[in-house]
C-alpha cells in the first residue's frame, strides 16, 4: 500500500552490509530481498555492482525473484572527476545491472569536495549533472544521495545546496540528504532541510540517517514531519559503525504513532518475524532491547508492573505487541502463554482433545525446554514432535542407541599448515525391534553422523534418500562460558516438496546436532 | 562542573537494573556508585529500599564511599492508598535509607488510578500532596517522578497537569515527567511540556524517556530544549523492555552538540570505560553499535570510506573519538583493499618495511584466506599472526602434531530421551623439539580439545592457566550445504590485561574450534 505521502527504501544489502561482523552471500542477499519484498517496502538497494563480483552475481538473479512490491535499485558513485560516464567503468556496471532504479551517490559538501575527492567544486556539480542526467537518458528511476549534505550545509549552505539543485535540474527523481557522519542533532538538521525545501521546489526530498548520536530514527521522523518523502534505513538498523536508521522502527512509528499506513496491517505484523529472519541469515546476536521487535520488548519484570498487567494487559506497554508480531512475556501471567500454546496447535493443525490439565503440563514442558536453550519459534517441526509424543499411543518411527564419533587430526607435510583430518561416525539404530549398525565418513563430525544415519536407516524407509538437509545454523547461548558454552542448533530439511525446521540444545555441538537431526528425521518419517 | 541548566540524574542501579538479564550485587551496584561519581553526574538513584534488602544494605554501606560529586537518592511510591506516612512501611524504609534525596514516584494518569490503582482521583492527589510534603519536613530534596504522565496528558490532559501542581503544591523541587510506556513521539511529548511549562511556574521539570518508539535520546534532548531541567536515564541504555534513555549518549550529545558542559572534559574523556565497566560487571554483551561509546562506533570498513579516512581521519567521523575515550578502527575485509591493509599494520603496531611485492602478497594471502571463510575484522590476533608467519626469523612457540576426540553417546536408561554423552580428546603438541603427548575430557569435543591442549603446554609455560576464554561463535557459512557446510569460529580471549579476538574456519567445526584455538594459544604465547 505505497501512500505518496512517505516512500519507504531500504538500503540494508548496501548499507546495511558495512556493519562489522556482517558478510551475506548471494543467496542471503536474495532471501533478505524476499523478506522485504513481502513487508511491502517500495523500494530496495541491491548492492555496489561495481565493488565486487557477489554484487553483480545478485543482480543477475534478481529477475528470478518475480518481486511483487518492491523495485530494487543499484548503488554506484557519481562519474569519477575527468572521465565520461562512457568510459566510467562503474556506470557502465551500475547500469548492466539492468534494475530499474539507479541510486547514485555523490558529495554535497565543499570540504568533502575539495579535500578527499580532490577536484574542484565545478567539477563535482559536473559530474553530479552528467551522471544524473546519463541515467535518466536510460529511462531510469534516479535517486541522488547527497554525501554529507548535512555537515557540507554547516561548512558551505550555498554549496551544499547547489549540489542538490544540480541534480534536481538533470532530472533526478528524488534528492536523499544524507548525514553520512550521523552526528546531526534533530534541531540543525532541520534546518537544513528547511533551507533545501526553499531552494529546491519541484522535486521530492529523501533522508538518510546514521546513528552516531543515537538518533536516526528520531531524525528521520522529523524529517518526515518537516515533508520529506523517502525514507532510507537498513533492518535492524545495520550500518557502518553505530548503524544506519533502523526501518522496522521507523515504519511501525510511521503506521501505529503517525498515521501514515505505509504498510498493510497484515505486513506489519510479520515486522518482527523480519528482524528475527535477518539476524538469523546474517549470525547477528539479535538484540533484545529492539523497538517493536526485540525479545524484551514486551518483556515485564518490575513487581508493580507485572502487578499493574495483571489489571489491564496495556498498563505498561505503548501498543497491542500483536500489531508488529511480537508478544508479551509476562512470567505470571499464565494465561497469556495458554492462549500462545493453543493458537499454535491450532496452527499446526494438532486437533486433539488436551485437557486444561494436559495444556498446563505440555506448557510446563516447553518453559523446561527453552530454559534448557530450546527455542521453537523457528522450529515447528520440533514443537510438533514434542506435541505428538505426550498423546497416547505416539510410536516414535526409529530410536537412536548409541553413536560413537572419531575424529582425526595428523600433522600434515613439511611446510604445510593444516594436517589431514578424518571424521567417522558409527550408529546403531533400533526400528520397530531391529537393530541396524553402522558407519561412515564424513567432512566433519555432524556430516559423518548424518550419512551414518541415513545409511541405517535406508533399510527400512528408502524415502529416507529422497531428504534434504538445506540449512544448518549454529548460535551460542551463554556465549562467555566459551568453549564450554550451550549451543542451539537449528536444522532446515525438504523432502522436496515440504520444509520443516528443527532445533536440538546442548552445551555439546554434536549432541546439539544430532537431537536436531533425529528430529528431522523422525517428522520426515511420520506416518502421514 | 554542575550547570545550573541541566542537571543529569542516574537510575541504572534502580529502573535499568529493572532489564532482563541483569542483576546486580550490592557491591556492583556500590562500584557503579563510585563509576558515576568519578564520571560527574549530580545525582544518583540508588534503589528501591522498601523492595528488597539488598538496596536496604546498599544504603547501609553507601556513606563509606565518600562520594565527591554525587548525590544519592531512594526511590519509593507515595504512601498507599487510605495509610498514612507514619503508617507506611515503604515510606519508612525510603526514610531509613539516609539518603540527602527522595524520588517519589505517583501516578499522574486517570486511567491509571481509576484502574490499576483502584483509588479515587482525590485520595491520589491527597496521597501526592502528603508524601511529598512529609519528606520536605524532613529536610529532603523531594524529586517527584510523574508516572505515566505523557499517556496520561493524552486521556485526562487537567488530571494530568493537577497531579504535578499539586506535588509542586507540596514543595518538590523538580516534577520529572515520565513516558513510562516509552511510546511518545516528540510532537506529541512536546505538547504535553508545553502544557506542564504553562501550569507550574515555580517548579522546575524533569524528563525521564523509555525507548519503546526507539525515540528516548531525541526526546530527552527534546525535553531539554524546551526548557526541562532534570534529565534521567540509564548506563547503556539498560532498563525495563527497550530501555531508558542511555544517558551516556545523552551526556556526550550535551556536551558535544549542544554546548551545555554538564561535566568536565576530563570526565567526558572516561565515557567509553563507564560502558564497558558497567558492563563487565553486569556481564552483559556489549551493543558494538553503541553511540559514542560502542566498539564499532569509529569503525571503518566500506573501501571508500577507509580511503577518505586516509585523506583525513575525521572525513568519516562526526567527533574525535578521543573525546569520549574511544578509537577509530579500520576493519580488514573482502570490500577493502590495500589502504585498509596498511592502517590496520599500522595500528597494530607491525612497522615492519614491507616493499611493494610482499604488500600485494599479503592481501593475496588475506583474500585466499577470506575465501576460505575467514574473517578478519573481528579476529585481529589472527591477523596479526597470519602476518608475523610472513615476517623472515618467525617461530611458533608450539606446533600441534595430532590430535584424535572420540565422542560417544550410550542408549538412555528406559524413558529417558537422552543417553549419557562422553566426549575426550588426546593431543600431541610440540615445544622445542620437545614432544608432549596427553588427554582430557570435557562437555564437548571442542571443551575437551582446550582443556588437552592447555595440560600439554602447562609444562613449557605455567602461564597458559592464567589464560581465559571469554567467548566463542560459531557461523555457518554456506548454511544450505547443511552439515556439511563450511563453518567460521571466533574465539576471544584474556589474560586479565588484554583481550584478543581470533578465528578459525574449516567444513569440520571441531577443526575450525582448533585453528582459532590454536591462534589464541600461540597468540599468548608470543615472545613480548
Redesign the interface.
Known sequence: MPTDRVQLYDTTLRDGS????I?L?V?DKLRITRKLDELGLEWIEGGFPG??PKDAEYFRRLPSLNLKNAKVSAFG?TRKPNLTCESDQNIQSMAAAGTPGITLVGKASMY?VQ??L?TSPEENLAMIFETVRHFKDMGKTVFFDAEHFFDGFIGDPDYALQCIATAARAGADALVLCD????M???AMLRAIGAANDRVHDVRLGIHCH?????A???S??AV?AGVWQVQGCIN?WG????NA?IL?IL??LKL??GIDVIEDEQLARLAEVATFANELA?M?P??????V????????????VA?IM??EN?????DPGLVGNHSRVLVSELAGQRNLLMKLAEQGIDYPFSQAEIKQLLETVKQKESEGYQYEGAEASFELLVRRTLPGYRAPFE????????????GAEGSQ??E?L?EAMVKIRVSGELEQTAAE??????A??LAARKALKPFFPNVSNL?????????LD???????R?RVL?ESTDGVRYWTTVGS??????A??LA?ADALEYALLPG
Open positions: 558495512q556493519m562489522e561482523g558478510s552471500s543467496e565493488s565486487n558513485g568533502q579535500r578527499i580532490e553520512t557522519n550521523g552526528g542533532t534533530t534541531p546513528n552516531d548520536a543515537g538518533l530514527v528520531a531524525n521522523l522529523a514531519e538498523g557502518e559503525r553505530c548503524g533502523d522502527t511501525a512509528n504513532k503517525m549470525n546476536v538484540n533484545p532491547q529492539a523497538p517493536y526485540g525479545a524484551s520488548a514486551f518483556a515485564h519484570k518490575a513487581g508493580y508492573h499493574g489489571k489491564d498498563a505498561y506497554q505503548h501498543i537412536l542407541e548409541d553413536f560413537v564419533i572419531v575424529e582425526r587430526r595428523r600433522k593444516l594436517g583430518m571424521a564424513g567432512n566433519g563430525p555432524v556430516n553422523l548424518d534434504k538437509l538445506v540449512d544448518y545454523k549454529v548460535r551460542i556465549s562467555q562460558a566459551a568453549t564450554g558454552a549451543v536444522i546442548s552445551t555439546d555441538i554434536i549432541e546436532s544430532w537431526l
